[in-house]
Nanobody, 119 residues
Framework: QVLLVESGGGLVQPGGSLRLSCVAS????????MYWYRQAPGKERELIAT???????????AYADSVKGRFTISRDNANNTVYLQMNTLKPEDTAVYYC?????????WGRGTQVTVSS
C-alpha cells in the first residue's frame, strides 16, 4: 500500500522559511521521481518541484518559475523522505502543499500540509 505523509507546514511571516517533509512507504522510493504540488484557494493544483531518482543519471531537479531560486527539493533515500526547503516566502505561496509520485500502480497523493504566509 503506497502511502505519502506530508508535514512541516504552518504559519510564517513574509520572508521566512519552512521545510516540508514527505515520508513515503509501500514502494521502492529510491527508484521513482517525486513531486511537490500546491493548491491555493480557488486555483488549480500546480506542479512546483520535481526530483528524479539518483540513478541512472543523478537526481535532477526542476522548478516552476514561481518558486525557482527560492525553493529547493531534495531526497533522502535511506529514510524514504523527500523535502521541500522554502525560503523567502511570499503571501502568494499560501497554499496546501502535496507530495506526489507516479508509479505503475497509479498516481499517489498525500493529504497535504497547509502553508500560510502572512504578517
Amino acid at each position: 500500500q503506497v502511502l505519502l505523509v506530508e508535514s512541516g507546514g504552518g504559519l510564517v511571516q513574509p520572508g521566512g522559511s519552512l521545510r516540508l517533509s514527505c515520508v513515503a512507504s509501500g514502494f521502492t522510493f529510491s527508484t521513482f521521481a517525486m513531486y511537490w504540488y500546491r493548491q491555493a484557494p480557488g486555483k488549480e493544483r500546480e506542479l512546483i518541484a520535481t526530483i528524479t531518482p539518483d540513478l541512472p543519471r543523478g537526481g535532477f531537479t526542476a522548478y516552476a518559475d514561481s518558486v525557482k531560486g527560492r525553493f529547493t527539493i531534495s531526497r533522502d533515500n535511506a529514510n524514504n523522505t523527500v523535502y521541500l526547503q522554502m525560503n523567502t516566502l511570499k503571501p502568494e505561496d499560501t497554499a496546501v502543499y502535496y507530495c506526489n509520485t507516479l508509479i505503475d500502480s497509479g498516481n499517489y497523493w498525500g493529504r497535504g500540509t497547509q502553508v500560510t504566509v502572512s504578517s
